[in-house]
């Protein structure tokens, strides 16, 4: 999969994705992307697409479909990517990992986001083998002078102190957040607690909600019961 228009569950805000580092071996039971055909969970490097021509204006999700900052794929696969995104400075990047940590030992373009997922504080309710919530948080806490955000996606239960509290230390320019869109059945908060934390993330930062927050907000409705109170 080269550079392609960004569709689906994507961002709204990003117009392309490129995939030239495959595969991930995070195994997190909620991954979406395990239910569909193209995606590949055994690590592959595409030397034809690190090579493809990346335009200008666009925002582009750098290994939208994998997590090119896992500890299973070379430096050197890493350094490839960002000197082919270096080369066409006018776009702008995201990259986003659960293994923030990594950032750190690269140079990035210019117009470069750097991201992460905080699905809850609660660590025991996430069944995968990335690094824990707590490390992503003090990583991302280490970059004081780059643009961030932080993808609450998929959303599980959580206690809204210690929620607040982790992104307000993080600083994101923005955060993103997002429910479940596969049916999982994940321990998730109610609709009441959601928009109690938007609420408050709203005074420190900017907060981009997903249409998928439509089937928790639809459960209010309906009646139906979430774990959250």
């Not at 034809?48 to 939208?64: A, D, H, M, Q, T």
């Not at 959303?155 to 102190?161: A, N, S, V």
């Amino acid at each position: 999969m080269g550079l392609n228009k960004q569709k689906g569950n994507m961002f709204p805000w990003v117009t392309h994705t490129i995939n030239p580092i495959k595969g991930c071996l995070h195994d997190c039971s909620y991954c979406y992307l395990r239910s569909l055909l193209f995606f590949e969970m055994t690590p592959r490097f595409e030397e034809r697409e690190v090579k493809r021509g990346l335009g200008k204006g666009r925002v582009i999700f750098v290994g939208s479909a994998s997590d090119m900052w896992g500890v299973w794929v070379p430096d050197v696969q890493i350094h490839a990517v960002l000197e082919q995104c270096m080369k066409y400075p006018d776009n702008t990047y995201l990259f986003q990992s659960k293994n923030p940590e990594r950032f750190k030992n690269f140079i990035f373009p210019p117009k470069t986001i750097l991201g992460t997922t905080i699905e809850t504080n609660r660590q025991g309710l996430i069944q995968s083998k990335a690094p824990k919530v707590e490390s992503r948080v003090q990583a991302m806490v280490a970059f004081k002078d780059a643009r961030k955000m932080v993808s609450l996606e998929p959303i599980m239960d959580f206690d809204l102190e210690a929620m607040v509290r982790m992104i307000s230390l993080v600083g994101p320019e923005f955060v993103s957040i997002g429910a479940d869109s596969k049916n999982h059945a994940l321990m998730e908060p109610s609709w009441k607690k959601v928009r109690e934390l938007i609420e408050r993330l709203g005074g420190i930062t900017e907060v981009r909600e997903k249409e998928n927050l439509e089937r928790l907000k639809s459960t209010v409705n309906k009646g139906q019961h979430l774990w959250g109170n």
